[in-house]
């Protein structure tokens, strides 16, 4: 039974491997039949499958659809030495082609484009920008350009002209400087910038701002790379940047002092008493230094005089000093300034 059982195997895998074979040598043969019918006549075949694309499309063109797709932005090439005063023109471009194209067609498949012809131009009236199919082109096979409106299109152009301006800072975090710290002078490299632009709006503008300076927390000099901000969308500016040397300082201000009784300052006895008449004589101050010395100021730390050992024996009036202990402390005036004699 053993042996019957193996043999029957045997057979059946001998079999299976024959039919294998057969539908190996059916593939080769259908492999063979395919391949004449692609290279037999080939070019003629290709000829053929052209002019029935070409028909298709013909056909599919000369039953196709139409629209209108409004708001198109013109591209404009604006030659260097003019400027477009407005934002750009649109138009509506009407086109045809199958319903289905015209379905899934983008708005940014289609390029509406134009050049302004400097010929043409004049300072003293509009510039009429002329339009034609011509102009429009669309990134997309089957769809064609039949229309546009409107034809002609009235811009505002003006004479591009540039002219040098200073650079202005502009601060963040003034609030954050010491009490006692500020901004003493800032400087910029370069310290002008050049600006472009239509004439109308060159000519308003004298000077350029920066993008904040950030001041958070400084307490010494520093430098900073920064911006400049042009001040119109339509106004260029060059170089972009700018390198500012801000100079950080003591807080300066000023205090007066009222009433304060003024000192004269003699030779001798004999001298102070020809001046009697100021014995009783009063002025105001106004000092100035940083903020911090300036507020600690006490009378004690300074007193205003006149000196008349500095006098000539004819001079009738003489002017006012005032001597301050801190250094760091100046006279900004006196008043009166001056006072008259009277021996």
Known sequence: MGKKHSTTESNSSTQHNIEIKDIKKVNKSLARRLLGIITNDFPRKVIALFFALLIFFIVDFKIGDETNL??????????????????????????????????????????????IDEKNYSPDYPYN????????????????????????IELNIEDKISKKVPVVPRYTGMNKLADNLTVNEVSFAPS?????????????????????????????SFEYKTFVIAPDKKVSVSPKNVVAKVEIGKKFSKRTF???????ICDNIIDLKKYSNLENLNADVRLFGPVNNISEMQSADFFIFIDTSKLATDQVTVPLECWTKDPAIKVENIFPAKVNLYK
């Open 192 to 220: 002008t910038i050049t600006i472009s632009g239509a004439k109308s709006f060159v000519d308003l503008i004298d000077s350029v701002s920066t993008k904040p300076i950030p001041l958070d927390n400084a307490n010494e």
């Open 70 to 115: 409004d708001n198109i932005i013109i591209r404009l090439e604006v030659p260097e030495k003019l400027s477009l005063m407005e934002k750009p023109s649109t138009v509506t471009v009407r086109l045809k082609g199958s319903k289905d194209r015209l379905n899934v067609l983008m708005r940014n498949q289609i390029h509406v484009e134009a050049i």
């Open 258 to 264: 009222s009433n304060i009784k003024v000192k004269i």
């Open 129 to 152: 920008l002329k339009l034609s199919t011509k102009n429009v082109s669309v990134s997309m096979p089957g769809i064609s350009v039949i229309d546009i409106n409107p034809k002609v």
